[in-house]
């Protein structure tokens, strides 16, 4: 049939059998396996096939169904982005959904097509809509790790203080968080630097409790950590596990943020609500360096009076007396043993 013989020609670039084959007025909306002769060239990215089909009638804007996406999703999804040109030239709509209920500006966000995401905007599509598994466009441009595609939808009107209090995503970075500790928590020095410049609170936590600076301090983003400080995050917070941000630290072995957060003024012996100070953490891990760090800044060994430091901590003690020759190292050991003595 012309149907088929169109199909066959648009999905496999053959220009001039196309041409050919429009002489004749064949059916344009004849689809197989769901997809009409437009979608296939389309997908496949063959330019003067889609120009030719548009031409002659093709609905440049059909809906999507079970299987298949829209024109313009495909064009955007595949990087196409003198096709998607012509498509909203043609009258695609820029917000109408795929398969899915994703629309063509998730699919340009998640393959990074910047050009494309810069054409969609310009043409309209929604920034601040929910897209893939409930996510807003700017958590997953931030998901990406794209900060050029961030910079685009702040500057589009993206809501930075979005709470994601929904959304699952694979990517694992923007379940349940706000835009800021999406990007805190990930070290998207760049991003976290827009957010808090388009006015993002440093402070504002996400559904979980968790906030931005605590989202930095565990995962080791010391850059960032400075960001946030110098933008007046809370120090000594409480995350929803009852940790602060320098017991976090401590835990983990961040050595230069316990650093920071000690010199920005975080308490040292601040338990958090489950009974943990920052020194306990680090010993419990096996922290050495952080224990050195930590006693050297204060912080009290003991506990309801027993001494901190149990079997496992005196040897890292020892290890501190063996290894550390550092004036700063011996001095915290000293301040350590005399403090066990009174207790």
């Not at 024109?71 to 109408?96: C, Q, S, W, Y």
């Not at 709470?163 to 968080?177: G, I």
């Amino acid at each position: 049939s012309y149907g088929d013989a169109l199909f066959e020609a648009a999905n496999g670039g053959n220009e001039a059998e196309v041409i050919r084959l429009l002489q004749y007025g064949p059916p344009l909306e004849w689809t197989k396996w769901q997809i009409t002769p437009l979608l296939g060239a389309v997908i496949y990215g063959h330019k003067a096939i889609v120009q030719a089909l548009i031409a002659a009638g093709a609905d440049a804007d059909p809906k999507s169904n079970y299987y298949m996406n829209t024109p313009l999703f495909e064009a955007a999804k595949n990087g196409h982005d003198t096709i998607a040109e012509m498509l909203i030239a043609a009258g695609a709509n820029v917000n109408r959904k795929g398969n899915g209920s994703r629309r063509p500006l998730d699919a340009a966000i998640q393959r990074r097509h910047r050009s494309i995401v810069k054409l969609l905007i310009a043409a309209g599509a929604n920034v601040q809509h929910e897209g893939y598994e409930g996510n807003t466009m700017l958590v997953q441009a931030i998901a990406t790790g794209d900060d050029a595609i961030v910079q685009m939808l702040i500057a589009a009107g993206a809501n930075v203080a979005f709470d994601q209090r929904y959304a699952r995503t694979p990517l694992n970075t923007a379940w349940e968080k706000t835009p800021l500790v999406a990007a805190a928590k990930n070290g998207f020095e760049a991003i976290v630097r827009m957010l808090i410049a388009a006015g993002a609170d440093v402070n504002r936590p996400s559904y979980h409790a968790e906030r931005p600076l605590y989202a930095a301090a565990s995962s080791g983003h010391d850059a960032i950590v400075k960001q946030l400080i110098d933008a007046g995050a809370d120090i000594d917070h409480e995350c929803a596990d009852g940790n602060t941000p320098l017991v976090s630290a401590a835990t983990h072995g961040h050595g230069t943020i316990v650093d920071q957060l000690i010199a920005a003024g975080a308490s040292v012996n601040r338990k958090g609500s489950h009974g943990d100070a920052a020194l306990n953490k680090a010993a419990e891990n096996g922290r050495d360096a952080v224990v050195v760090q930590l006693i050297a800044a204060g912080a009290d060994i003991r506990i309801e009076g027993k001494v901190r430091l149990d079997d496992a901590n005196l040897q890292i003690k020892a290890q501190m007396r063996n290894s550390f020759e550092t004036h700063h190292s011996t001095s915290a050991l000293k301040k350590a043993e005399k403090q066990s003595s009174t207790s």
